[in-house]
């Protein structure tokens, strides 16, 4: 037995099932000693405490799509060295989105990671789905280039679309085995993935958006729809954040509600803003707010690529 009673049938499957702990209320752990909320100096990109979490570093910078290896650092008791090289593992691909994994030995946490580039713009989020009561997760977001802000363009007066794979990491999910067995071992990363659509007016400075078609590629659970509430200010370097909403419907009725379930933050880059890099850190669950989904959306904008929620201009 688990040293907690889930709150729904599911989450208790998962649980018989080498399910773990989800993080103790109220927030996802952040290590004190970590900088946050600082500015790059080169790029101005800033990543917020709330969506970077336990990750410390990535090689984002040298990191090429198909490198055999990423260098990772965060505070997760995942590695004996402060870095640990994280291995290629194709097993774990979401659609645009490649994987990496890491455990020291069997006994020890098991970090899934998912890695995404578009442009000069680049994203990781990784997690390791728990052991002893907690877990740990994180991500970066980075550009090698400057952004500039757009222009305009015919027929969307300055506002574009970016379209396409969402990819999350649950703070739940089966045991990977080979452990001590029982309570004591550790747990891997449920994956998810959805549809996302954001749009960023940059004549207002803004950004909203949504994730729908969710679910966990694991086990083709759905999941619910997650509303990108409207942005504070993107600022002079291209940098936003803000608050994200679950949709909750209901079965009988089927009316909707909207409940406050995290953050997200992200970063435009290239010229006219041609790409963008972001992350989110919410709750996916209704029946067990314990849980927490570390997302990422990297992709270049509909006018360049198109995309699966991308509208057609008149």
């Given amino acids: 037995m688990k040293p907690f009673t889930l709150l729904i049938a599911a989450a208790l499957m998962l649980t018989a099932c080498g399910g773990n702990p989800f993080l103790p209320e109220p927030e996802v752990p952040v290590d004190p000693e970590v900088p946050v909320d600082t500015p790059d100096p080169t790029t101005g990109v800033v990543v917020p405490k709330s969506v970077k979490a336990n990750m410390q570093s990535a090689s984002l910078s040298t990191w ?6 990423i260098n990772v650092q965060m505070t997760a008791q995942d590695a004996a060295a402060l870095a640990a090289t994280y291995q290629r593992n194709t097993a774990f691909d979401v659609e645009g989105y490649q994987a990496y994994t890491y455990q020291e030995t069997t006994s020890n946490r098991y970090v899934v990671a998912l890695v995404a580039q578009a442009g000069d713009a680049r ?3 990784a997690v390791e ?10 991500g970066i977001f980075s550009r ?3 952004f500039t802000v757009p222009t305009g363009n015919a027929g969307a007066q300055n506002k574009f679309n970016y ?12 045991t990977p085995g080979g452990g001590p067995g029982g309570d004591l071992d550790p747990a891997r990363s449920y994956r998810t993935s959805g549809r996302i659509l954001v749009t960023a007016d940059f004549n207002e400075m803004t950004v909203s958006g949504g994730i729908d078609q969710r679910q966990i590629v694991d086990t083709g659970e759905a ?8 942005s504070n200010l993107i600022d002079a370097s291209g940098n936003f954040n803000g608050k994200t909403q679950r949709l909750d419907v209901d079965p009988d009725t089927g009316e909707g509600t909207l409940t406050d379930s995290g953050d997200y933050a992200g970063t435009f880059s290239g010229t006219d ?6 992350l989110l850190v919410f709750r996916p669950l209704k029946e067990d707010s314990r849980a927490r989904e570390h997302g990422l959306f990297v992709s270049s ?6 995309g699966p929620a991308c509208p057609a201009v008149p």
């Fill in 273 to 278: 803003a041609s790409e963008i890099a972001m």
């Fill in 64 to 69: 090429k799509p198909g490198d055999a290896t």
């Fill in 301 to 306: 904008n509909c006018t360049l690529v198109g």
């Fill in 123 to 125: 994203a990781i989020v």
């Fill in 144 to 146: 090698a280039d400057v």
């Fill in 129 to 138: 789905a728990g052991q002893f009561a907690n877990y740990h997760g994180g």
């Fill in 223 to 230: 999941l619910a729809t997650q509303m990108l509430y409207e």
């Fill in 163 to 174: 379209s396409g794979t969402y990819a999350g990491l649950l703070n739940y999910g089966p």
